[in-house]
């Protein structure tokens, strides 16, 4: 019978782990790498499945011994999980009135799926902010819970068919090949190697390894004693290093680290002593309490108090006291309970549960939310992503349509876009003058900037303005995201024609985020953007200035989605009284990070490729470029930086100002 005593110095190490994560989310800048104690929870978790699965796995069915893991996984995790979700996915309501897609990854990590919805969102266009996501802890969840439906069915199969040596030999196979593959991963795709299970595997499974070697190798207790020793330190040490450790290195380091002292956890052997005092002891036992915890409790600070050493101290302690009450009352005590009188039904009052918590969410996301809502509303014509699409309304007659103006997903491929029902201003049959307006989202939030008063001396214009999720503003662009059909479609379908609609005199208008063109760090892609950019934006010009047509393309705005703000949180709040979770850039800064990217565009103004209409004045007129101008404008409808109509309404002199500059210049 393979050796299931309880192992107190694992808990220890819990309580290491745990402590890493929590210091990291409360003290980033002194523990950078503190991170990492989640692949410490990882490597554990392998080596402990993995001597549940062996004492359970003799004379058991497979469907019995997939049952009897399942219910156990259940109790274990979903209790507490589902208890956290609920509460604070009332709580973030009561600080933010646009929760809902925090509301839906709560249902995601409900069913173990955080991490994919982090994936997903992390590379869409208008991803959240995963600081400010109260569920946002939930992807390692999500990739344990995804790693024991797949891990339980191969270990009976190793177990029944296979003999010892092929069991081992197969499950190092597949460690190896996961750790390979994560390391090429890492480089091409961070994210996908981050959240993904199958990059994550090697890490469980080395401790599942670790678990097979410690159940079979008996070294001598000296040399155990100083190499368990040896590694915890060394463990130690990358996780409260105070200079960030490269990802690469820093991650196989702690996760051989602790697989090694694992190895060397045998009952018989003499333990760590610190990892045997009676508070780590504890902290690890709480340990799964607390890391479902801390987050939400960091999140909230976040939103009101903001995270500060005093604050942060606050918020540790305030989870600890969170997590021993839910350690006391909701997951000790249901994890050891009887939930019906057959396995299989309580497997289904499990499941029945998550679908109930997660009904919860639905309705508090459709009904109760705003109600829940503690601040004011910062009282915007439009906010949210979702009016993007909304139809406008000109003084001047014409209605642009919104959604039958945009291509929003690949679905649309070949949708029929007509100008007439795109039209901003005078309707086409009354104006003297087209402005075809091209670009991703960014343009169609600018719809009531080209809403302008017509001058007596002026032609009378119409502005025509057509959108495409995420589209690169020419098509010798290569950037690929899920609208990248759409984009493709728009780009060389629907673009040339509306040109092909345009007489002399007449211009196209780019209005695009180009936030890209100034990235925060290196991009290695960059000199490519910029040549792929030049080279079309040439190509468009030159095709245009043969039809007698101008190019001129919108300015580069302040960084504002990097601010992970929501309108709510721009205005001052009774809750936040230091402001809510945004952080600014300054003038200053923000004019440097672009400027490549202006002087790129300067120098395709002075050859008369196109003309930029400068608008940065709008969107930063003080030292801070923030969400809300001195004069109280709220600059932005939501976390992703699309302006909002009152920001676009500032823009029409500036429009105007252009339109007149253009015309008196031919």
């Known amino acids: 019978m393979s050796d299931t005593t309880y192992r107190p110095e694992i808990d220890g190490l819990r309580a290491l782990a745990v402590s890493a994560v929590l210091a990291n989310h409360f003290f980033a800048a002194s523990f950078p790498n503190g991170y990492l104690g989640v692949d410490v929870f990882f490597v554990i978790s392998g080596f402990v499945i993995t001597a549940s699965l062996q004492s359970r796995s003799r004379d058991q069915g497979v469907l019995d011994f997939l049952l009897t893991f399942s219910i156990r996984r259940i109790k274990r995790l979903v209790p507490a999980l589902a208890v956290c979700i609920m509460v604070t996915s009332v709580l973030i309501c009561m600080v933010n009135p646009n929760a809902t897609k925090y509301l839906i990854m709560g249902i995601w990590s409900l069913f173990g799926l955080g991490n994919i919805y982090l994936w997903r969102e992390a590379n869409d266009y208008f991803g959240e902010s995963a600081e400010l996501n109260p569920f946002t802890h939930t992807w390692s969840l999500g990739v344990e819970e995804q790693f024991y439906f797949i891990y339980p069915l191969l270990f009976w199969i190793a177990v029944t068919l296979l003999t010892n040596r092929a069991a081992v030999v197969g499950l190092a196979g597949l460690v190896l090949a996961s750790a390979l593959a994560w390391g090429v991963m890492q480089a091409q795709d961070p994210l996908t190697a981050f959240y993904i299970v199958l990059f994550r595997f090697w890490q469980i499974g080395l401790g599942a390894l670790a678990w097979v070697v410690q159940d079979r190798w008996t070294p001598r207790q000296t040399w155990a004693t100083g190499c368990k020793w040896a590694v915890l330190l060394a463990v130690t040490g990358v996780l409260i290093v105070p200079v960030t450790a490269p990802l690469a290195s820093a991650t ?3 996760v051989l680290g602790t697989a090694v002292f694992l190895m060397l956890t045998r009952s018989s052997y003499r333990p760590v002593a610190v990892l045997m005092w009676r508070p ?17 409790v960091a999140v909230l600070l976040k939103w009101t108090f903001k995270l500060t050493p005093v604050t942060s101290a606050v918020g540790i302690l305030v989870s600890l006291i969170l997590a021993y009450l839910s350690y006391r009352f909701v997951e000790k005590p249901l994890r050891h309970a009887r939930w019906a009188g057959r396995q299989g039904y309580e497997l289904l009052v499990g499941v029945t549960g998550m679908v109930a918590v997660a009904g919860l969410l639905v309705v508090n996301g459709e009904y109760l939310r705003h109600s829940l809502f503690l601040g004011a509303s910062p009282g915007l014509v439009a906010q949210g992503i979702e009016t993007l699409a909304d139809p406008y309304k000109s003084d001047g007659g014409a209605v642009w349509s919104g959604d039958d103006c945009v291509l929003s997903s690949n679905d649309q491929v070949g949708k029929q876009i007509e100008a007439a029902a795109c039209t901003i201003g ?4 009354k104006s003297q003058r087209r402005v075809l307006v091209i670009g991703n989202s960014y343009a169609a939030a600018l719809v009531a900037a080209f809403d302008l008063e017509v001058a007596a001396d002026d032609p009378a214009t119409s502005f025509v303005l057509v959108s495409s999720w995420a589209t690169p503003m020419v098509p010798e662009v290569t950037e690929r995201n899920r609208w990248s059909q759409a984009n493709d479609d728009y780009l060389n379908r629907v673009v040339p024609a509306m040109i092909s609609e345009l007489s002399p005199g007449d211009r196209v208008l780019i209005a695009s985020d180009l936030e890209g063109l100034s990235p925060s760090g290196f991009d290695p892609i960059l000199d490519r953007t910029f040549g792929e950019l ?25 960084f504002a989605r990097e601010a992970s703000c929501d309108p709510a949180s721009a205005i001052p709040q009774w809750y936040a009284p230091n402001g809510g979770p945004c952080r600014y850039y300054t003038r200053e800064e923000t004019l440097l990070r672009m400027s490549r990217a202006t002087a790129f565009l300067d120098g395709l103004s002075k050859e008369g490729v196109l003309q930029v209409v400068d608008v940065f004045d709008v969107f930063c007129p003080a030292e801070i470029c923030s969400y809300l101008r001195p004069d109280g404008v709220v600059l932005y409808r939501d976390v992703w930086s699309h302006p909002s109509v009152e920001a676009a309404q500032l823009m029409r002199p500036h429009i105007g ?9 031919r």
């Open 280 to 296: 780590v002891q504890y902290t690890g036992r709480i340990s799964y309490s607390l890391y479902l915890w801390h987050w939400p």
């Open 657 to 665: 100002d252009w339109l007149r500059a253009s015309t008196s210049t």
């Open 426 to 429: 005078l309707p086409l049959d």
């Open 534 to 558: 030049d080279t079309g934006l040439r190509r468009l010009s030159s095709e245009l200035a043969a039809r007698g047509v101008d190019l001129s393309l919108i300015g580069p705005l302040p």
């Open 252 to 254: 196989p380091a702690v």
